[in-house]
């Protein structure tokens, strides 16, 4: 199973934008999907996940009230929406699945992305 990022680019600080995911073939509706983001030099860090059935988000604190995650009924397709972007936000995103709920980067994934860079210029 290969998960398909995209939305990744170049953006300014304060601007917007949204990233996507979904995997390549059907992996069944019972896997929390999330972002997992690792600037240059540093370590991988928790953005964002949703649980299997939608119910419930979860926030890494230095995207909270700025990301918001999302899932399409029914469907493994995840969107991250980015709002008031920051020079710091600037990561390769990987998308991730994972049989229990996400919260941390050191979490046991089932699969993983190639990850797709984003940029923000200040």
């Known amino acids: 199973v290969q998960l398909i990022e995209s939305g990744g680019g170049l953006v300014q600080a304060g601007g917007s934008l949204t990233l996507s995911c979904e995997p390549s073939r059907d992996i069944g509706m019972t896997f929390a999907m999330g972002w997992i983001r690792q600037a240059t030099g540093k370590e991988r860090e928790f953005v964002a996940s949703i649980t299997w059935n939608g119910a419930g988000t979860y926030y890494g604190d230095s995207v909270k009230g700025r990301f918001t995650v999302s899932r399409e009924n029914g469907k493994n397709k995840m969107t991250l929406q980015m709002y008031k972007v920051r020079p710091e936000d600037t990561a390769l995103y990987y998308c991730?699945?994972?049989?229990?709920?996400?919260?941390?980067?050191?979490?046991?994934?089932?699969?993983w992305g190639k990850g797709t860079l984003v940029t923000v210029s200040s």
């Open positions: 991730v699945v994972a049989p229990g709920e996400i919260t941390s980067a050191d979490d046991n994934m089932s699969y």
